[in-house]
């Protein structure tokens, strides 16, 4: 079974720049999860959609971050205008059925895209 | 404020000694709790998970962990580490019901290295 795919693996841009970064998650997964990871802390959700509707975005930063699961599928994360703090590990997982559910179980992460602003 | 606490960030073993490390969550109610864990140049993967059910749980690489709910800990341990488990090990916790339903909460992590 193929895991989570995500491109690139590596971005570097200057800051002001936009940047966007994809994800593919395992077939047949309802829920997909965008984390960020700084270095040297634990992963944070910013974002969580249930089949294509986001249900959770309460952490992610409107003025300049935006996500969209066109389909229930993939989907993609973008920042307009990068800022220097963006530099980080962006990780996308994905989870059979809905939060909560029966068939609810874990969430499988794909390999990240490190993100350097210069 | 409420978290995830990993209280080793760095460990250093030799091969075959035992291994424990401290995880502690500050949520009340209902809680599920999971290690993951990253080797060198992999993704994050499931090492074990409690749902409900015996408090001790076993994983994959003989590892488990125990869910102790009056210390709000779910420490991981193992009787005798391997060079391969070289790694970083993160706890994380969702929270049983609420508008963060799924959402994980995650430690900052412990880097463990086991000389050979």
């Known amino acids: 079974e193929a895991g989570v795919v995500q491109s690139p693996r590596y971005k570097i841009i200057e800051k002001k720049q936009p940047v966007a970064f994809w994800c593919n998650p395992i077939s047949g997964h309802n829920t997909l999860y965008w984390y960020l990871q700084n270095l040297g802390q634990g992963p944070e959700l910013l974002i969580r959609?249930?089949?294509?509707?986001?249900?959770?975005d309460s952490q992610l930063p409107k003025d300049r971050f935006s996500a969209e699961r066109l389909k229930g599928v993939d989907s993609t994360l973008k920042i307009q205008p990068a800022e220097l703090g963006d530099s980080a590990v962006y990780l996308c997982?994905?989870?059979?059925?809905?939060?909560?559910?029966?068939?609810?179980?874990?969430?499988?992460f794909g390999p990240g895209t490190r993100l350097t602003v210069l | 404020a409420q978290s995830v606490s990993q209280h080793n960030h760095h460990v250093i073993l030799s091969e075959a000694a035992s291994l424990e490390l401290g995880c502690n969550y500050s949520?009340?109610?209902?809680?599920?709790l999971f290690w993951y864990v990253q080797y060198p140049g992999q993704h994050l993967q499931l090492l074990l998970k409690y749902f409900s059910g015996d408090p001790l749980v076993k994983g994959i690489k003989g590892f488990e962990a125990e869910f102790i709910k009056s210390k709000f800990s779910f420490n991981l341990r193992k009787p005798s580490v391997q060079w391969s488990d070289t790694a970083e090990y993160f706890c994380?916790?969702?929270?049983?019901?609420?508008?963060?339903?799924?959402?994980?909460?995650f430690g900052r992590g412990t880097q463990l290295t086991v000389w050979p």
């Open positions: 994380a916790v969702t929270r049983g019901r609420g508008s963060t339903l799924g959402r994980l909460y």
């Open positions: 997982a994905s989870s059979p059925g809905i939060a909560g559910g029966p068939s609810y179980n874990e969430q499988f």
């Open positions: 959609y249930e089949n294509e509707e986001a249900v959770d």
């Open positions: 949520y009340g109610g209902t809680v599920n």
